[in-house]
């Protein structure tokens, strides 16, 4: 590789010239080795999850994936073979021998293996571990993980679906609660919770883990969810109370807004199914279930609301109401209550969590009564509050995203679809009411909201201070899988936005915003999920998020444009711009973790989908969708990006079709793609000037980036691209869709300074403009003053995040050996930026990129994780470069 090679480079507004570039593999870097691990083997099996998850419990897959990744530093380090075994005894997995289900040795690279045993059983911890040959057929053996089932199948529920009496309209939250003995010595215990609602459970009196909004959503007549926890230590010996408060969440809608949530199907009052499984050192299981001899009474949330807020009357709290000791003869019996849903499946990802503390940045004092905190940041979650106070004392806490001029907090630019029945239910608003016994805390438990500001009201003038309000983002607590700095302040500022607005928006399913809507947009979802992969392990949260749209998708293949949806959303907006989610994500999801199972999951959804587009536009172009959503000033019709997504929609079928052996529906969706990109491009392409129906920029760099473009025409096109932008001051003119593609299509076709002079922007309109303007998250609208489409924590217009990695870093998924198994590495070391680093913890581990510019050399240095590989490409060299595992240093002049 070392050498003179005459290259190209392209700059934004000069013809190409030619430059010289020496690569230099200055040092093949061996990370730094410590002392203690020159005793560990050379190459080791790390990181085991089991279902995309570390130890985890309470499985219902039938045939789990296992996944590791190696610690070998050598260059060219790679997996020859390997051998998995999985067994109850953990001492037969620890050996090597007896266990229940062994791989046998296989000569495989493979990281991602299926179980292939005897069918599991239920309520069991199975340890696994995986020995590994290395490049030079050395063994070395995990550690042992494990993961347990749960109920495997919805027959091994033992108690009943219990709820109290009252009403779908009536307000309060129930308690639920009974004691029972422990008669022996426990050796584990474990609660199965399943709910129409949302619940905390409590043991003597502790609240048990630390999930919040605890079950997912999902559409709750077709599917609802059951965690499992692990309660041993929360066990007592002799008497123990059990406690379960429920909460409305998105079952029991009792606010009212345009999507009518609260006329969904399934809306009911909030219930609950429980096993507690306590197994004894003896062996012997005894089981504390839900039934009858449960009691129930109201407890202190006088209302509660997934879409507005929680209301708490602390003068109605029933101390120790879930200890053994507390008197329940005044609480009433429990009903029983058919399942909310024939399906109840085990919630295996990762939870929602208050994830992040955020201290009040400033108290400001509006007047005796009124005083409005800001955390300094806009977040999704909640506020905790704590205070002192005479009973009765009403503190209301109205949340706001910004601030009118005179200090007072702004709602207007998230209430607008809110249809409020009167004014007990005030938009973003917990109102808390002292019980008057010393210093005393709130924070909702079955609510959260989007916001900066917090007014808060007294019922009587007081001094409040600074410390009394915390701020929690909570969001999906998906680990961190990716990393960017750069020499550009506003760059890393917006990428820290992108990252603020993707978790303020992950909530088990991806929403559109936080506060107005909480809604699971389809069109923003696929737009944002390579952002989102690049730096967060979403897996577990996709792959859930496609289960509900199995659940929603119409025979015919329809689907809503929000999912999961109450029945809002199969008339409007739901054309291939949006819904695309049945395609594109799980085809996104296979490249970042080259895992199959997503793709066979929903192949025949995928299918259904694109055959009833085909059915309705027979001339292979469709005007079904929305368009180029919120754009700066042109917008491309409807039929040009809707035709797009449907190509886009079929060659992805077309692929999956292929890797899942069914050559005949491959062939059948390669010959319908075709069709469609011939109509769109009769109708569309001038094949004169090379351009796309009257050359916006989200016309040509949609056709570009989505693989319409005939190959003969590519440059032409994108030299037209550019002079689009060129013309258009080096800024954006796009909406939704065109964000996805113009800094793509620009810097995949030559022309990444252009594409960075855009991407760097801090006038409107661009990303650094709202950062200019002091933004924290993303917005849903480019002009700071616009007056509608207003929400400040928009996740939408968030592909720049991913592009940061693609395009700066280089770092790209290679489609035939997806998961990074080949890093498709191409950096552009772009005209006005010196530095610039990328990392993303793949399946394999972590790929890292980083360059810096000193004079007119470049230094870059990247890392390939072992047993994966990567074709290198820089800028202006013609040749490709493979390089295996390893770290390397470039000198480029
Ligand atoms: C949402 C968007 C969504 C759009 C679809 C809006 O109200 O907030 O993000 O994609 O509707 O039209």
Same mark, same amino acid.
């Given at each position: 590789?070392?050498?003179?090679?005459?290259?190209?480079?392209?700059?934004?507004?000069?013809?190409?010239?030619?430059?010289?570039?020496?690569?230099?593999?200055?040092?093949?870097?061996?990370?730094?080795?410590?002392?203690?691990?020159?005793?560990?083997?050379?190459?080791?099996?790390?990181?085991?999850?089991?279902?995309?998850?570390?130890?985890?419990?309470?499985?219902?897959?039938?045939?789990?994936?296992?996944?590791?990744?190696?610690?070998?530093?050598?260059?060219?380090?790679?997996?020859?073979?390997?051998?998995?075994?999985?067994?109850?005894?953990?001492?037969?997995?620890?050996?090597?021998?007896?266990?229940?289900? /062994?791989?046998?040795?296989?000569?495989?690279?493979?990281?991602?293996?299926?179980?292939?045993?005897?069918?599991?059983?239920?309520?069991?911890?199975?340890?696994?571990?995986?020995?590994?040959?290395?490049?030079?057929?050395?063994?070395?053996? %995990?550690?042992?993980?494990?993961?347990?089932?749960?109920?495997?199948?919805?027959?091994?529920?033992?108690?009943?679906?219990?709820?109290?009496?009252?009403?779908?309209?009536?307000?309060?939250?129930?308690?639920?609660?009974?004691?029972?003995?422990?008669?022996?010595?426990?050796?584990?215990?474990?609660?199965?919770?399943?709910?129409?609602?949302?619940?905390?459970?409590?043991?003597?009196?502790?609240?048990?883990?630390?999930?919040?909004?605890?079950?997912?959503?999902?559409?709750?007549?077709?599917?609802?969810?059951?965690?499992?926890?692990?309660?041993?230590? /929360?066990?007592?010996?002799?008497?123990?109370?059990?406690?379960?408060?429920?909460?409305?969440?998105?079952?029991?809608?009792?606010?009212?807004?345009?999507?009518?949530?609260?006329?969904?199907?399934?809306?009911?009052?909030?219930?609950?199914?429980?096993?507690?499984?306590?197994?004894?050192?003896?062996?012997?299981?005894?089981?504390?279930?839900?039934?009858?001899?449960?009691?129930?009474?109201?407890?202190?949330?006088?209302?509660?609301?997934?879409?507005?807020?929680?209301?708490?009357?602390?003068?109605?709290?029933?101390?120790?109401?879930?200890?053994?000791?507390? %008197?329940?003869?005044?609480?009433?019996?429990?009903?029983?209550?058919?399942?909310?849903?024939?399906?109840?499946?085990?919630?295996?990802?990762?939870?929602?969590?208050?994830?992040?503390?955020?201290?009040?940045?400033?108290?400001?004092?509006?007047?005796?009564?009124?005083?409005?905190?800001?955390?300094?940041?806009?977040?999704?979650?909640?506020?905790?509050?704590?205070?002192?106070?005479?009973?009765?004392?009403?503190?209301?806490?109205?949340?706001?995203?910004?601030?009118?001029?005179?200090?007072?907090?702004?709602?207007?630019?998230?209430?607008?679809?809110?249809?409020?029945?009167?004014?007990?239910?005030?938009?973003?608003?917990?109102?808390?009411?002292?019980?008057?016994?010393?210093?005393?805390?709130?924070?909702?438990?079955?609510?959260?909201?989007?916001?900066?500001?917090?007014?808060?009201?007294?019922?009587?003038?007081?001094?409040?201070?600074?410390?009394?309000?915390?701020?929690?983002?909570?969001?999906?607590?998906?680990?961190?899988?990716?990393?960017?700095?750069?020499?550009?302040?506003?760059?890393?500022?917006?990428?820290?936005?992108?990252?603020?607005?993707?978790?303020s928006n992950l909530f088990g399913y991806p929403t559109d915003c936080p506060?107005?809507?909480?809604?699971?947009?389809?069109?923003?979802?696929?737009?944002?999920?390579?952002?989102?992969?690049? %730096?967060?392990?979403?897996?577990?949260?996709?792959?859930?998020?496609?289960?509900?749209?199995?659940?929603?998708?119409?025979?015919?293949?329809?689907?809503?444009?929000?999912?999961?949806?109450?029945?809002?959303?199969?008339?409007?907006?739901?054309?291939?711009?949006?819904?695309?989610?049945?395609?594109?994500?799980?085809?996104?999801?296979?490249?970042?973790?080259?895992?199959?199972?997503?793709?066979?999951?929903?192949?025949?959804?995928?299918?259904?989908?694109?055959?009833?587009?085909?059915?309705?536009?027979?001339?292979?172009?469709?005007?079904?969708?929305?368009?180029?959503?919120?754009?700066?000033?042109?917008?491309?019709?409807?039929?040009?990006?809707?035709?797009?997504?449907?190509?886009?929609?079929?060659?992805?079928?077309?692929?999956?079709?292929?890797?899942?052996?069914?050559?005949?529906?491959?062939?059948?969706?390669?010959?319908?793609?075709?069709?469609?990109?011939?109509?769109?491009?009769?109708?569309?392409?001038?094949?004169?000037?090379?351009?796309?129906?009257?050359?916006?920029?989200?016309?040509?760099?949609?056709?570009?980036?989505?693989?319409?473009?005939?190959?003969?025409?590519?440059?032409?096109?994108?030299?037209?691209?550019?002079?689009?932008?060129?013309?258009?001051?080096?800024?954006?003119?796009?909406?939704?869709?065109?964000?996805?593609?113009?800094?793509?299509?620009? %810097?995949?076709?030559? /022309?990444?300074?252009?594409?960075?002079?855009?991407?760097?922007?801090?006038?409107?309109?661009?990303?650094?403009?709202?950062?200019?303007?002091?933004?924290?998250?993303?917005?849903?609208?480019?002009?700071?003053?616009?007056?509608?489409?207003?929400?400040?924590?928009?996740?939408?217009?968030?592909?720049?995040?991913?592009?940061?990695?693609?395009?700066?870093?280089?770092?790209?998924?290679d489609p035939t050996q997806p998961g990074f198994k080949n890093v498709l590495?191409?950096?552009?070391?772009?005209?006005?930026?010196?530095?610039?680093?990328?990392?993303?913890?793949?399946?394999?581990?972590?790929?890292?990129?980083?360059?810096?510019?000193?004079?007119?050399?470049?230094?870059?240095?990247?890392?390939?994780?072992?047993?994966?590989?990567?074709?290198?490409?820089?800028?202006?060299?013609?040749?490709?470069?493979?390089?295996?595992?390893?770290?390397?240093?470039?000198?480029?002049?």
């Amino acid at each position: 590789m070392t050498g003179l090679t005459p290259s190209t480079r392209y700059s934004m507004t000069r013809r190409p010239l030619l430059n010289t570039i020496i690569l230099v593999p200055v040092v093949i870097l061996a990370l730094l080795a410590s002392a203690a691990s020159k005793a560990a083997p050379p190459c080791l099996p790390v990181g085991l999850q089991c279902e995309h998850l570390v130890n985890p419990i309470g499985l219902d897959a039938p045939a789990p994936r296992f996944t590791w990744r190696l610690v070998d530093v050598r260059k060219g380090a790679k997996q020859t073979a390997y051998h998995l075994l999985v067994g109850t005894d953990s001492l037969a997995v620890a050996r090597g021998t007896g266990a229940g289900w /062994q791989s046998g040795k296989l000569a495989s690279d493979a990281q991602l293996v299926t179980y292939a045993g005897k069918s599991l059983q239920p309520f069991t911890r199975y340890f696994w571990r995986v020995e590994v040959w290395d490049k030079d057929g050395k063994p070395s053996t %995990s550690a042992i993980a494990y993961f347990e089932t749960g109920m495997l199948n919805s027959r091994n529920w033992q108690g009943a679906w219990i709820s109290d009496r009252n009403d779908v309209d009536l307000k309060p939250a129930p308690y639920f609660r009974r004691t029972f003995k422990t008669t022996k010595a426990i050796k584990s215990a474990r609660a199965y919770v399943a709910a129409g609602g949302l619940y905390e459970l409590y043991l003597n009196g502790q609240k048990v883990g630390n999930h919040r909004l605890d079950p997912m959503y999902t559409r709750f007549d077709r599917r609802t969810l059951y965690v499992t926890y692990d309660v041993t230590s /929360q066990l007592l010996a002799g008497s123990n109370a059990i406690g379960v408060l429920l909460g409305n969440g998105w079952y029991n809608h009792q606010s009212t807004a345009v999507w009518d949530f609260h006329k969904a199907p399934w809306r009911a009052r909030p219930t609950f199914c429980l096993d507690l499984r306590i197994t004894y050192a003896d062996g012997s299981v005894e089981l504390v279930s839900s039934g009858k001899g449960w009691k129930t009474s109201l407890s202190p949330i006088v209302f509660n609301s997934i879409y507005t807020a929680e209301h708490y009357d602390a003068r109605m709290e029933q101390p120790g109401w879930n200890t053994a000791s507390f %008197s329940d003869s005044t609480w009433k019996d429990v009903i029983y209550r058919a399942s909310p849903s024939p399906t109840i499946v085990a919630q295996a990802m990762h939870p929602i969590r208050n994830v992040e503390a955020i201290p009040a940045r400033s108290i400001t004092k509006i007047n005796d009564t009124v005083f409005v905190y800001d955390l300094g940041r806009t977040i999704a979650g909640v506020s905790q509050f704590s205070v002192s106070g005479p009973a009765g004392t009403t503190f209301r806490l109205k949340h706001a995203e910004r601030l009118y001029p005179n200090g007072r907090v702004d709602q207007s630019n998230i209430d607008a679809h809110f249809r409020p029945v009167g004014t007990s239910d005030p938009f973003q608003t917990d109102l808390f009411i002292l019980g008057g016994k010393g210093v005393e805390t709130f924070m909702p438990h079955f609510n959260y909201k989007g916001f900066q500001y917090v007014e808060v009201t007294t019922s009587r003038p007081m001094e409040l201070t600074r410390d009394a309000l915390t701020g929690y983002f909570m969001h999906s607590d998906v680990p961190v899988v990716g990393q960017v700095t750069s020499a550009n302040l506003t760059l890393n500022k917006i990428w820290a936005a992108t990252n603020s607005s993707y978790l303020s928006n992950l909530f088990g399913y991806p929403t559109d915003c936080p506060q107005r809507e909480k809604n699971g947009w389809t069109g923003d979802a696929h737009i944002a999920s390579e952002t989102g992969l690049y %730096s967060f392990d979403g897996i577990t949260v996709y792959e859930k998020w496609l289960a509900d749209h199995r659940d929603e998708q119409q025979p015919n293949g329809v689907l809503p444009s929000i999912i999961p949806t109450g029945g809002w959303g199969y008339e409007w907006g739901n054309g291939p711009d949006w819904t695309s989610t049945i395609t594109i994500i799980p085809w996104n999801v296979y490249l970042f973790y080259g895992d199959t199972k997503i793709l066979a999951d929903n192949y025949d959804n995928m299918k259904r989908y694109v055959d009833h587009i085909t059915e309705l536009s027979p001339s292979g172009l469709t005007t079904w969708g929305l368009g180029d959503w919120v754009p700066v000033k042109s917008k491309t019709p409807v039929e040009f990006t809707s035709s797009v997504y449907y190509f886009t929609d079929v060659s992805i079928v077309a692929k999956v079709a292929a890797l899942l052996g069914k050559p005949a529906d491959a062939a059948r969706y390669v010959a319908l793609a075709a069709k469609i990109r011939n109509a769109f491009n009769a109708r569309y392409l001038n094949r004169q000037s090379g351009g796309y129906g009257s050359g916006l920029q989200t016309e040509l760099s949609a056709a570009l980036h989505w693989g319409l473009v005939p190959d003969d025409r590519k440059s032409q096109v994108a030299a037209t691209l550019a002079r689009r932008v060129i013309a258009d001051n080096n800024h954006i003119d796009v909406g939704l869709l065109g964000t996805k593609t113009i800094l793509n299509a620009l %810097s995949d076709n030559g /022309q990444s300074d252009l594409a960075y002079a855009v991407a760097s922007q801090e006038t409107f309109p661009s990303w650094g403009w709202w950062i200019r303007n002091g933004a924290t998250t993303l917005y849903e609208n480019w002009p700071i003053d616009a007056t509608s489409d207003i929400s400040m924590n928009h996740i939408m217009f968030g592909e720049i995040g991913a592009w940061y990695y693609k395009a700066l870093g280089g770092l790209k998924p290679d489609p035939t050996q997806p998961g990074f198994k080949n890093v498709l590495l191409e950096p552009h070391f772009v005209t006005g930026l010196d530095h610039f680093e990328a990392s993303h913890d793949g399946p394999y581990g972590t790929i890292s990129s980083a360059w810096n510019r000193s004079g007119k050399a470049v230094h870059y240095r990247v890392t390939i994780p072992p047993n994966s590989t990567a074709t290198l490409k820089l800028p202006g060299e013609p040749a490709t470069h493979k390089l295996e595992a390893g770290t390397y240093q470039f000198d480029i002049r």
